[in-house]
Nanobody
Framework: QVQLVESGGGLVQAGGSLRLSCAAS????????MGWYRQAPGKQRELVAA???????NYAYSVKGRFTISRDNDKNTVALQMNSLKPEDTAVYYC????????WGQGTQVTVSS
């Protein structure tokens, strides 16, 4: 079992920045990739960014160049630095950890006002 706790969401104006953090605990040795997903009202959950244990990253096209994912394997944390935020980035953001199955955090709201 893996437990994920997110922090760092909030309200920000367009063009601003936010940093999300996620701390993993439990069977952390079994974690392969970690990442962030988001779900806006009325839309499906979508991948924002992911990072493997060796540091390879993958980003959604809509956030490339604006968001940066990082991982600290010693502290078992993953972070998402979000810059140049847009109103369309408004969503609940979920931390994800992949072992033989997917684990999810409780979600943190990010609201970008225009």
């Amino acid at each position: 079992q893996v437990q994920l706790v997110e922090s760092g969401g909030g309200l920000v104006q367009a063009g601003g920045s936010l940093r999300l953090s996620c701390a993993a605990s439990g069977s952390i040795f079994s974690i392969n990739a970690m990442g962030w997903y988001r779900q806006a009202p009325g839309k499906q959950r979508e991948l924002v960014a992911a990072i493997t244990s060796d540091g390879s990253t993958n980003y959604a096209y809509s956030v490339k160049g604006r968001f940066t994912i990082s991982r600290d394997n010693d502290k078992n944390t993953v972070a998402l630095q979000m810059n140049s935020l847009k109103p369309e980035d408004t969503a609940v953001y979920y931390c994800n950890a992949q072992t033989y199955r997917a684990y999810w955090g409780q979600g943190t709201q990010v609201t970008v006002s225009s």
